[in-house]
């Protein structure tokens, strides 16, 4: 699977951005998609997936109630919507993708088969 990331930017602190990744090549009905994200100095941090045939989302919790993930099928796509963003959201963003992991192997990146290109995200204060 090739993983194609975009919408990262500058926002100040309580805006929005929404990030997508556009999945190419083989893909299998099992698997995870998500994102993680590494600001400078720190190691690579989940922070939400979506089961491609479920739907089934799960979120740090560093994001929860504030991130929201989607997808869409018919453009082999997935969504992150963020919402009140933080300075601490900085980082650069990775779109990720497993195929059959289970969710935890998939949050600890052992379950991760591929990596996009990162996308920067800058919250100012």
């Known amino acids: 699977v090739q993983l194609q990331a975009s919408g990262g930017g500058l926002v100040q602190a309580g805006g929005s951005l929404r990030l997508s990744c556009a999945a190419s090549g083989r893909t299998f009905s099992s698997v995870l998609m998500g994102w993680f994200r590494q600001a400078p100095g720190k190691e690579r941090e989940f922070v939400s997936l979506i089961s491609w045939s479920s739907g089934i989302t799960d979120y740090a919790d560093s994001v929860k109630g504030r991130f929201t993930i989607s997808r869409d099928n018919a453009k082999n796509t997935v969504y992150l919507q963020m919402n009140s963003l933080k300075p601490e959201d900085t980082a650069v963003y990775y779109c990720?993708?497993?195929?059959?992991?289970?969710?935890?192997?998939?949050?600890?990146?052992?379950?991760?088969?591929?990596w996009g290109k990162g996308t920067l995200v800058t919250v100012s204060s």
């Open positions: 990720a993708a497993g195929a059959g992991p289970t969710i935890a192997a998939f949050k600890r990146k052992n379950g991760v088969n591929s």
